[in-house]
């Protein structure tokens, strides 16, 4: 794996993560009885993003070492992922 190809890696993780970690204890306007004119009523109070940045990129680091260390090591190949035997390595 090159350096590109595990920044891709990471900034795929990264964003998945934060998907994922996004709508955690977040509380909305109508939640609060707060609605201001103009928005949603879904509209976030605060979205405590600096919290949340802090956490997805704490996660994604550890989730990044994990799979650079798989892919680097060889401990999974496509070979170990070829359930139907479609994958034969071609003899020439």
């Known amino acids: 794996m090159g ?23 977040l509380t909305t306007q109508e939640e609060t009885g707060d609605v201001v ?7 976030p109070v605060d979205p405590g993003l600096r919290g ?14 994990i799979c650079a260390a798989v892919i680097l090591t060889g401990a999974i190949t496509v ?7 479609r994958l034969e390595p071609v003899l020439n």
């Open 3 to 25: 350096v590109i190809s595990g920044l891709v890696l990471f900034a795929v993780i990264w964003f998945m993560v934060l998907f994922v970690v996004l709508p955690l204890r």
């Open 37 to 43: 004119p103009g928005t949603p009523s879904s509209a």
């Open 52 to 65: 949340k940045v802090r956490i997805v990129t704490a996660v994604s680091v550890v989730l990044w070492a």
């Open 79 to 85: 070979a170990d992922l070829d359930f139907f035997g």
